[in-house]
């Protein structure tokens, strides 16, 4: 069984930093790929970033210059450095393990508890 647990969230102040972590216990497959959700009350879940195999990693544009999405290489860590933080980025941000689909869509599989991130003066 994988599991997944996220870290790192909280209130910061527009403008700054966080870094989230994804400790994943269990097996975890160096083929598969990784990817953040975020999702505030009220709103439609959404793709973040996510990363393949190979360490390629895919932004949506909201998050473009300012998000950074990496793992370690046996699969036990994933981060999400965010920097430049504002207001509507405050969601619950969940971490998860999956795969890409032959169309290129990424399919999350596992999914850790989510962490909460506050951006607010």
């Known amino acids: 069984q994988v599991q997944l647990v996220e870290s790192g969230g909280g209130l910061v102040q527009p403008g700054g930093s966080l870094r989230l972590s994804c400790a994943a216990s269990?097996?975890?497959?160096?083929?598969?790929?990784m990817g953040w959700y975020r999702q505030a009350p009220g709103k439609q879940r959404e793709l973040v970033a996510s990363?393949?195999?190979?360490?390629?990693?895919i932004y949506t544009d909201s998050v473009k210059g300012r998000f950074t999405m990496s793992r370690a290489n046996v699969w036990s860590t994933a981060y999400l450095q965010m920097n430049s933080l504002k207001p509507e980025d405050t969601a619950i941000y969940y971490c998860t393990q999956g795969s890409y689909l032959r169309d290129g869509t990424y399919s999350p599989g596992v999914w850790g508890q989510g962490t909460q991130v506050t951006v607010s003066s």
């Open positions: 269990g097996s975890i497959p160096r083929s598969n790929a």
């Open positions: 990363i393949t195999a190979g360490g390629i990693t």
